[in-house]
Nanobody, 126 residues
Framework: VQLVESGGGLVQAGETLRLSCAAS????????VGWFRQAPGKEREGVSW????????YYADSVKGRFPISSDNAKNTVYLQMNRVKPEDTAVYFC????????????????????WGQGTQVTVSS
C-alpha cells in the first residue's frame, strides 16, 4: 500500500487549497481513505474520510461545510477541497487507508487506519 499526498502550501485565510492523495498497491474500491492533520504540539486528528465503494463520507465538526472530500476511482485518488481556510487549519495533513469493513463511518478511529502517507504541510496565514 502506498499513499502519496500533494497540494499543500502557504495560503492566506479565506483562500482555497486542494489536497490530493494518490493511492496504489491495493484495490481502491475496497478501502476507506481518510485525511488527518497534526498541528505543532497537538495530537493527530481526523478530518474526513470516504468509503470508495459507495461514496459515503464522514466529516469532523471543525471542517464540516468547508472541506468536501471526493474520490476519483479511475485515478485511485482522493481529494480534500479546503475552502475558506482558517489559521487554525495550519497542520501537516496526512492521508491514510483502511479496508472497508466498518459499517458506520462515524465510528472509525485513527487507530483503524493502518497505511499512511508521508504528509503535506498546509500553512494558513492571517
Amino acid at each position: 500500500v502506498q499513499l502519496v499526498e500533494s497540494g499543500g502550501g502557504l495560503v492566506q485565510a479565506g483562500e482555497t487549497l486542494r489536497l490530493s492523495c494518490a493511492a496504489s498497491g491495493f484495490t481502491f474500491d475496497d478501502y476507506i481513505v481518510g485525511w488527518f492533520r497534526q498541528a505543532p504540539g497537538k495530537e493527530r486528528e481526523g478530518v474526513s474520510w470516504i468509503a470508495n465503494s459507495d461514496g459515503g463520507t464522514y466529516y469532523a465538526d471543525s471542517v464540516k461545510g468547508r472541506f468536501p472530500i471526493s474520490s476519483d476511482n479511475a485515478k485511485n485518488t482522493v481529494y480534500l477541497q479546503m475552502n475558506r481556510v482558517k489559521p487554525e487549519d495550519t497542520a501537516v495533513y496526512f492521508c491514510a487507508a483502511t479496508p472497508d469493513t466498518i459499517v458506520i463511518l462515524s465510528s472509525i478511529e485513527i487507530a483503524d487506519f493502518d497505511s499512511w502517507g508521508q504528509g503535506t504541510q498546509v500553512t494558513v496565514s492571517s
